[in-house]
């Protein structure tokens, strides 16, 4: 069974700091991996989609690498900005063209004046 | 062009009764999965539909019931509602087989009293 993890579950950081956010995952079998955005009591926006066969995806501040082998992703924003605060969740999507995505618990990210 | 939309967005019931959200999804879309996402947790797979018939489902209850239209929309049903269904329900669509990437929608929230 797969399970995703995420840490830290929650953080603090000032405007304009460099900031890593942490999901890892038990089963290395998965099909992609997806970082999502959401705001308090809001849906899911998707930010970064990664593909099995790849290593890492840019969109504008935002970068999402993966190491399937060792069950690993990592978001990083730079220059983080009041306007990131929210709640960022990773899923994986397993093999097979009917999978789920198995989600983490969340980071709460602040990001402060 | 529209994204995934979800009606109601909030809703009370009382226990014991019934309740059904409706999910239209993405321009172009033809496959729907919901989620149930409790305060503080990260969303769990309830089921997908293609193709107007449930291919997939997650560890729920059969008091939790779906449909998918031939328009590709969706309706989640659940009987006896219990406090522990009090949640965000969200709806997910994708295109095709291989459901590559998810578009989400705002969610319902449940609140059952």
């Known amino acids: 069974k797969q399970e995703v993890t995420q840490i830290p579950a929650a953080l603090s950081v000032p405007e304009g700091e460099n900031l890593v956010l942490n999901c890892s995952f038990t089963d290395s079998a998965i099909y992609n991996l997806q970082w999502f955005r959401q705001d308090p009591g809001k849906g899911l926006t998707s930010l970064l989609l990664i593909q099995s066969s790849q290593r890492e995806q840019t969109s504008g501040r935002l970068n999402a690498s993966l190491d399937k082998s060792s069950g690993r992703s990592t978001l990083y924003i730079a220059a983080s900005q009041p306007g990131d605060s929210a709640t960022y969740l990773c899923a994986v999507k397993g093999p097979g063209t009917a999978s789920k995505l198995t989600f983490g618990t969340g980071t709460r990210l602040q990001v402060t004046l | 062009d529209a994204g995934v939309t979800q009606s109601p967005t909030h809703l009370i019931k009382t226990r014991g009764q019934q309740v059904t959200l409706r999910c239209s999804p993405k321009s172009g879309h033809d496959t729907v999965s919901w989620y149930q996402q409790a305060l503080g947790q990260g969303p769990q797979f309830i089921f997908q539909y293609y193709e107007e018939e449930e291919r997939q489902r997650g560890n729920f209850p059969d008091r939790f019931s779906g449909h998918q239209f031939p328009n590709y929309s969706s309706e989640l049903n659940v009987n006896a509602l219990l406090l522990g269904d009090s949640a965000l329900y969200l709806c997910?669509?994708?295109?095709?087989?291989?459901?590559?990437?998810?578009?989400f929608g705002s969610g319902t929230r449940l609140t059952v009293v």
């Open positions: 997910a669509s994708s295109l095709g087989g291989q459901t590559n990437r998810y578009t």
